[in-house]
């Protein structure tokens, strides 16, 4: 089944990245990875605002005491509501890494992403924070992505981009702790970014580089896609029966912009009868 998206913002983000469906809230949020800034509206009425950050903004996740946990260059910072900074803590001492995508399990811990910057193999890790230690959870990956769970939270994926694949791993909820990471399936046609699950179990990917979000069973047969006028697609996350898209310029020439005037911007698509896992804050 086919899709069109439609324009929910006209922007002009170098990498918009991260979209969080803030159910409690009402909110949505995303970030523009690499001129570190945090932005978030809600739906109705439509009224962006952003604070920005000194740094690579690779996600943001909002905290259920208010404001959000960063992943920020190579430290975890926390905001308070007004986009404070009230702790930051470095992870990543090596000035060549960066954090990427991070997403919070059930329990509130979060679970980021990192990757070189100049994305070489082997170099990428994932992170798992619970607001007081940092642990390595695993390690040679190069660009880890878009994460999420399985809706009976048994399950953990998991992208890496530059390999096209989408990695799963039993998932152990009450200690927080996964298995071996493992390729569910590969992927072809651009690089798979960033990544949602509904609540039937099934995978949403972004595609960049071929202006497309794809639903896949775990197994990885594709059951529908949804057509972006934009082709740096990096990210989705589904509001009620709705997939909100996230799209990039960085890298564009000006011609391509020209032609692709919408690259940047943020996109809906409709699917009838559609419902997200649910999206968790952070407990710290």
């Not at 651009?190 to 990917?205: F, K, R, T």
């Not at 996109?267 to 649910?278: I, K, N, R, S």
């Amino acid at each position: 089944m086919r899709h069109n998206a439609m324009l929910l913002w006209a922007a002009a983000h170098e990498v918009a990245e991260g979209p969080f469906w803030d159910a409690h809230r009402a909110t949505i949020s995303w970030v523009d990875i690499t001129v570190g800034e945090l932005w978030q509206s809600q739906l109705d009425p439509w009224e962006p605002s952003v604070v920005r950050f000194d740094g690579t903004l690779g996600a943001a996740i909002p905290r259920r005491s208010g404001g959000f946990v960063l992943c920020l260059s190579g430290e975890i910072v926390l905001t308070d509501p007004i986009g404070a900074v009230v702790s930051r803590a470095t992870v990543l001492a090596d000035a060549s890494l960066r954090f990427n995508d991070a997403k919070c399990d059930s329990a509130g811990r979060l679970w980021a992403g990192t990757t070189a910057l100049d994305f070489a193999e082997g170099r990428g890790a994932l992170y798992r924070h619970d607001g007081t230690t940092t642990e390595l959870v695993a390690e040679g990956l190069v660009l880890p992505n878009g994460l999420g769970w399985s809706p009976d939270d048994t399950r953990f994926y998991l992208v890496d981009s530059m390999r096209n694949q989408v990695l799963h791993a039993d998932f152990d909820a009450k200690a927080g702790t996964i298995g071996e990471l493992s390729v569910a399936f590969q992927t072809t046609g651009g690089l798979p970014d960033g990544l949602c699950v509904d609540s039937a179990g099934m995978l949403w990917v972004a595609f960049w580089g071929d202006a497309a979000v794809r639903q896949f069973t775990p197994g990885g047969r594709q059951l529908a896609s949804i057509d972006i006028p934009a082709r740096q697609c990096s990210s989705c996350c589904i509001v009620n029966e709705t997939v909100c898209i996230t799209t990039a310029r960085s890298g564009l020439s000006a011609e391509e912009i020209a032609a692709e005037p919408l690259a940047g911007s943020l996109f809906t698509a409709a699917v009838e009868g559609l419902q997200g896992v649910p999206l968790y804050p952070a407990a710290f």
